[in-house]
């Protein structure tokens, strides 16, 4: 009988530590992450993703693009254009994105220091 008793007390104390472990573990990940965030307007790049299953074009861009951001449609999700203006169809990651720094904005912007 004290056998049991004393192996549920065990339990509960295992599980305390248990808890305590994951908070810290998950305050550790959420400290390092850095959110991306884009606004309408921003020029990006997408992630080839028909390529991560093949294992050749090696030498080849792994972005497309650059695209517009059409709409922010929350948690992460993003509607993308073309530079002609077609939508298209799905949905986009924030993963699967990046930032694009055009070179004439860049030159411009030297431009301006000077």
């Not at 530590?17 to 550790?28: G, W």
């Not at 993703?49 to 517009?68: A, F, H, Q, V």
């Not at 298209?88 to 030297?110: G, I, M, S």
């Amino acid at each position: 009988m004290y056998e049991i008793i004393n192996s549920t007390h065990e339990r509960e104390e295992a599980l305390t530590n248990i808890t305590k472990s994951q908070e810290k573990q998950k305050e550790r990940f959420n400290s390092n992450l850095k959110e991306t965030v884009f606004e309408i307007g921003d020029k990006v790049l997408l992630k080839d993703s028909s390529k991560e299953k093949r294992w050749s074009g090696k030498l080849t861009d792994n972005w497309k693009g650059p695209y517009i951001i059409q709409k922010v449609i929350g948690r992460g999700a993003y509607l993308i254009r073309t530079q002609e203006g077609q939508v298209l169809n799905a949905t986009q990651n924030v993963k699967n994105l990046k930032k694009y720094y055009d070179p004439k904005d860049l030159q411009f912007e030297r431009d301006v220091q000077n």
